[in-house]
């Protein structure tokens, strides 16, 4: 996964990736949820949230899978987080709010990185948390600067996964925990499939739980603990797709006809590779003491 071309796929450049958000930031936010952009947890995790509308439904339920990233994690108040692609921050501000940590997050994504400012001011926070321009093959911060790191479906957008890993070890100090969720391929999904996913989502080709677990180990990480969070990954898809379809005339017009005719085109197939060939699973890594 060093490689910048996969068969006839070109691996998405982090200015690439972030860009891919800035323009369909406003997409997201009717089909995807309004304040986070993670899969939610579907399966019973903690008391359950009645909605009232389907969009209602997935901020719930990924509101829900953060705080199940806060429970895993379980930091002491004024430690520091390192949130690594933090999308529009909701997660990285619940974090401050939940545990009393301070909070760092990077993101390639510029679009996003306003709308965490805007929220962590409107909660009160910007005190405790800070986002900025960062990649996570690159990270911009000294050794042992953060006591635990946080990493949310951001590894599938990274063209060279293993250096993300190396980056993240070095910059965390001794005995500190690394939480990573992410996707991983399940059988064999149709070219086309595949093909749609990669060129939404701005991703590379998903690898397995064992290539994922391969890589944190040759980074110098110990697995401590391994979650399967596949169920949740075809609801999200399938309720990705009912909000796309009733929200087809908003998307128009912010995106025009054309736009949106080719999106009629891959969003059955996304959802059908989300349904049939996407898994998800979390890993809590610690860096040994």
Not at 1 to 7: F, L, S
Not at 45 to 60: F, M, Q, V, W, Y
Not at 94 to 114: D, W
Not at 256 to 275: H, K, N, Q, T
Request: some cysteine.
């Amino acid at each position: 996964m060093n490689e910048e071309t996969v068969g006839e796929f070109t691996a998405p450049t982090p200015e690439e990736v972030g860009v891919g958000y800035d323009e369909y930031l406003g997409l997201h936010k009717l089909i995807a949820a309004e304040f986070s952009l993670h899969i939610g947890a579907w399966s019973p995790i903690g008391e359950r949230k009645p909605a009232r509308t389907l969009l209602d439904l997935s901020n719930r339920t990924q509101d829900k899978q953060t705080e199940h990233h806060i429970k895993t994690l379980a930091m002491n108040a004024g430690e520091h987080l390192l949130d690594i692609g933090c999308g529009a921050g909701l997660p990285a501000i619940e974090f401050v709010k939940a545990s009393g940590v301070r909070a760092t997050g990077i993101n390639v994504s510029r679009g996003q990185l306003a709308e965490a400012v805007k929220t962590a001011e409107a909660e009160g926070v910007t005190d405790r948390v800070d986002f900025q321009y960062g990649d996570a093959m690159a990270l911009e911060f000294p050794d042992e600067t953060f006591d635990s790191a946080l990493s949310i479906e951001v590894f599938a957008h990274l063209s060279d996964r293993q250096k993300a890993f190396h980056e993240a070890a070095r910059v965390l100090k001794p005995g500190g925990y690394f939480l990573v969720s992410d996707f991983t391929l399940r059988g064999e999904p149709t070219e086309e499939q595949l093909t749609a996913y990669l060129q939404t989502w701005h991703c590379m080709p998903p690898i397995t739980p064992a290539k994922i677990m391969e890589m944190a180990a040759t980074a110098g990480f110990e697995l401590i603990q391994v979650e399967n969070m596949t169920q949740n990954t075809a609801f999200t898809g399938e309720l990705m797709g009912l909000l796309y379809g009733d929200r087809r005339a908003e998307i128009v017009d912010l995106y025009g006809a054309e736009a949106v005719a080719e999106m009629d085109y891959v969003i059955p197939l996304v959802r059908s590779f989300f349904r049939e060939h996407l898994g998800s699973y979390l890993f809590l890594l610690r860096k040994p003491a």
